[in-house]
Each structure stands twice: as C-alpha cells, then as structure tokens.
C-alpha cells in the first residue's frame, strides 16, 4: 500500500488529485456516480480503508487519546512529546490484541 493514498468520494475534485500526485502517490479514490470523467479506481486496495478506520476507532478508546470530534476532548498530556509516546503505546498494544 506504500505510495497510495486511500480517500473518500468527498476527495474526488481535481485539486486533491492534482495534489496528491504532486507527492508521488497514486490516488485511490473511488469516482462520484456524479463524476463526468471516470478516473481508475482499485477497489482492492480501496477495502484496506475498512482496517484503517476500525484501527483508530480502536485507539479513540483509549480516554487518553483526545480528537476535536470528541464532546469535551481534553489533551491530559500537556508535551506533546508525552501525548506522540502514549499514543504509539496504545498503538502497539491495540496491535498486540
């Protein structure tokens, strides 16, 4: 999957393919039924989206881990050195299961 970039329809516009090629990668986008030109699309590499997603929806468990989604999100590490550690921590053990 190395030199891929997996997004949704809603990245489908020219400007984040252009983007995207810019840095080398290959988009893997799937094409809006809307789209008038129709653009490749693997939708074998497209289904690795499934496990990236269910991946840090597993390390949100973790109380620690604070988005800007959240309803009160809190960073209880105030260093973000200590807030990048913990989260490979939970990243590992969440890896382990």
């Not at 891929?4 to 393919?17: F, I, S, T």
């Not at 799937?30 to 789209?35: D, E, G, K, Y």
């Not at 496990?51 to 881990?65: T, Y």
Request: hydrophobic content about 40%; glycine content about 4%.
């Amino acid at each position: 999957m190395a030199g891929h970039v997996l997004a949704d329809k809603g990245y489908d516009g020219q400007r984040a393919m252009d983007a995207i090629a810019a840095s080398d990668a290959k988009p893997i986008v799937p094409p809006r039924t809307t789209t008038a030109s129709w653009r490749s699309f693997d939708p074998a590499i497209y289904k690795n989206c499934n496990l990236i997603e269910r991946f840090f929806r597993k390390i949100k468990h973790s109380r620690r881990i604070a988005t800007r989604h959240a309803p009160r999100a809190t960073r209880h590490d105030k260093l973000a050195r200590n807030y990048a550690g913990f989260l490979n921590l939970v990243a590992a053990l969440k890896c382990c299961r």
